[in-house]
């Protein structure tokens, strides 16, 4: 059943006919049988939205069919107005793919939408390798190289975003594991430069690439042991010595993974940055309209202040939280997933694992006090190699980053989410506030 907010949201986004029904997974359902028998598809499960205000959604689901209990994935499209584009060009991949219309992508005309199910996808062409025994065994044989029983091994899905990436994990029937990874184009692009780039240091360890297939933009990785840096410090089982010489383990391998200069690295400009945070406060407006004076001001002000700050460039990951580190028994962490490595502010990095910090304590799944204890230990790690950023723009960088992630309860379906999208806008504005505030009383000092 459609949410009151998912309805006043399709009310509002007139462009996207499909929207109410995409975001409704019990209609989308009863469309998808009523259109298309012999679909067999019984329940569908949301966990990822993918929305650009009047012009495409993309819901990503876990299907529950007449074979399946649930571990099919597919998603939904639903177009605005170049929808005469775009679904002629879906039934043309289901004929590449060899399946009849309604083996791998299903068509709703009347609502501008295209249901693809796993492993068709638009813009993750090497997918479709995977569909057949015969090619995907081939696929993996070839990434994998001198070791041909990844060939037979079983995919384990890890991650799947619609026409952006999918990761799986590859378990083989001798017990080896591997993982990995599909992009479109722009996205393999960067990810298998990154991937070659940066080089381990004292407390630093990364994932070696195994392989890659430009053809079908694929990466393969070797799978690495170690312990989850999330699941120590949310799940609760880690005492205060355990977590913090895990952090500070995390913060001396990020500033390691800072210090280098790998040569290719996109630069994160100013432009895009303006760019980037003027397109987020337009979807927050179109998500919460009660909330687009707040998120404009918060735009502004992050730009403001960004304008105001000295340029500092260095290697970044780009996407930097706990579920990128593993903690292993040498002494080490993991840093994971440099898919987003960039040239930019390294304040960038803590400060946006200190917003994800920020928004698990307003989920409720971190004590409140808990998030200055771990970011100091954090950066104490840091400092043991090299002189941490700023505090200032750390918390600048905070801000930034719940600005970012303000959309996330929307997009991950959370219940309430625009009460929780407001929350992360508020923290967002305080901390702010707060570095406003700091400035002041430095010039006041220093006067």
């Known amino acids: 059943m459609l949410s009151a907010a998912d309805s006043r949201l399709a009310g509002r986004d007139r462009a996207i006919a499909g929207l109410a029904t995409a975001l409704d997974a019990e209609a989308l359902s009863a469309a998808l049988q009523a ?19 009047g012009t495409r959604c993309l819901v990503a689901f876990r299907v529950q069919d007449e074979e399946s209990s649930g571990g099919q994935l597919a998603y939904a499209a639903a177009y605005g107005p170049d929808a005469g584009a775009k679904l002629p060009k879906a039934c043309v991949l289901a004929q590449e793919m060899g399946v009849s219309p309604d083996g791998g992508v299903l068509i709703l005309e009347d609502l501008d ?10 813009r993750l062409k090497g997918l479709q390798r995977l569909a057949q025994p015969e090619t995907r065994s081939n696929l993996l044989r070839r990434l994998f190289g001198k070791r041909p029983e990844f060939g037979r091994g079983r995919l384990q899905h890890l991650r799947y975003k619609p026409e952006r990436r999918y990761v799986a994990r590859l378990d083989t029937p001798e017990g080896r594991r591997a993982a990995i990874k599909f992009y479109n184009a722009q996205g393999y ?4 430069h990154a991937a ?9 360890a990364l994932v070696p690439c195994a392989g890659y297939l430009d053809q079908h933009q694929v990466l393969g990785f070797d799978w690495q042991p170690g312990k989850s840096l999330h699941a120590m410090l949310y799940d609760g089982g880690a005492d205060s010595g355990a977590w913090r010489r895990a952090l500070e383990l995390t913060g001396a391998a990020l500033a390691g993974l800072h210090d280098q200069a790998p040569k290719g690295l996109e630069r994160r400009s100013r432009d895009a940055e303006r760019d980037r945070l003027m397109a987020q406060a337009g979807t927050l407006a179109q998500l919460c309209p009660e909330l687009r004076t707040l998120s404009e001001r918060l735009a502004r002000d992050c730009l403001a202040r960004l304008d105001d700050a000295t340029p500092r460039l260095r290697a970044l990951h780009g996407d930097f939280n706990a579920e990128q580190v593993l903690i292993g028994e040498e002494g080490r962490a993991t840093i994971l997933d440099l898919d987003w490595a960039q040239l930019g502010d390294p304040a960038a990095d803590p400060g946006l694992f200190i917003a994800h910090l920020e928004r ?10 808990q998030v200055a204890p ?6 104490e790690g840091y400092r043991k190699v090299s002189e941490p950023p700023s505090k200032a723009a750390i918390r600048l960088y905070t801000a930034i980053g719940l600005f970012y992630l303000a959309a996330e309860p929307f997009r991950y379906r959370e219940p309430d989410w625009p009460e929780r999208v407001e929350a992360l806008l508020v923290r967002a504005r305080d901390i702010l506030d707060h570095c406003r505030q700091s400035s002041q009383a430095d010039v006041i000092t220093t006067a």
């Open 35 to 53: 259109a298309h028998p012999s679909c067999g598809i019984r329940r569908l499960t949301p966990y990822y939205v993918h929305y650009k205000p």
């Open 189 to 192: 692009r960067a990810a298998r």
């Open 113 to 122: 939408t295209a249901f693809f199910l796993f492993p068709a996808d638009r």
């Open 360 to 369: 698990a304590a307003l989920r409720g799944h971190l004590p409140g006090g």
């Open 374 to 379: 771990y970011a100091d230990a954090l950066l």
């Open 196 to 204: 070659q780039a940066f080089a381990p240091r004292e407390a630093l």
